[in-house]
């Protein structure tokens, strides 16, 4: 069976995305093209980059997410630190960390830019809030006067993954005809999570046209995780924590949202057992169930769809 997937983003929840693309292939399902938002978005690219469900169940075992949350001594100086470089950088952690790790993975399947993968195999999707837009990766590149083929596949994951006021946001400088005629200053561009405007983008490949043999198009699946992100309120004591539950709140109602009776039917939802968009200090176990809520949820949903 032939799809075009949707990974939703949802921070380290996205563990669970892994077991449902394990049961998609337990299912026989083959994916054609792919595209995720924030933690989606890794995953859509270890699709595209010829990962196997059981090698991104050894990645996910082995990576310690707490490493992700970098930032140089003197910003961890209690309370007034992370305060700091949140006033200077525009974010508590670099995120230079997750694009170096997604970077190395990728490079061990011969995936740098773009150019390495089939065109139009992979869309990644991130928000310019400079210009209010949702940013279609790597496509809409060539708005900003930038070369979508030569652009790095680990970037693009970077900006999908920049959950605002939690990593910093990724700043791009126009190129070209894009950037004539404007102020320096006006020919910067910022850029965070995908999320913050499309987290589940079912509608990507909903234009592609039915081949010359005759064919119906390839039938676009979504995989959704839902539910709380956790039983119990946010601790606000200051500025920084208000801002931080503030957006996992925002990130995590996307797992509540409504979905249109007509995309039900191609949704697979994956329930994330209360682990939380930014609870980078997962244990083990939590991990494992993660992936095997994913792996049941998905097993659900293929034994009754009818592609």
Known sequence: MLINAVFEGGGVKGIS???AVKAAEQAGVVFNRVAGTSSGSIVASLLAAG???DEMSEIVKTTPFESFLHRA????????????RLFLKKGLYCGEALEYWIHQILRSKGIRTFSDLP?????IIASDITNGKIL???GDLAKLGINPATFEVSKAI?????IPYFFDPVILRMCGKA???KAFKDQFVYVVDGGLLSNLPLWLFDDTPADSSGQPPIQTIGFQMVGRSTGRPHVIRGPISMLTAMFETMLSAHDERYIEQVNRFRTIKIPTLGVGTTQFHISPEKTAELYESGVQAGTKFFARFKG
């Open 136 to 138: 279609v990766l790597p």
């Open 119 to 123: 065109a139009g195999k992979l869309m």
């Open 179 to 181: 950037a004539r005629g």
């Open 158 to 162: 970077r900006m999908s993954t920049s």
């Open 17 to 19: 995305l892994a077991g």
């Open 73 to 84: 001594p003197v910003f961890n100086i209690k309370i007034i630190g992370p305060a700091v």
């Open 51 to 53: 990962f196997t469900a």
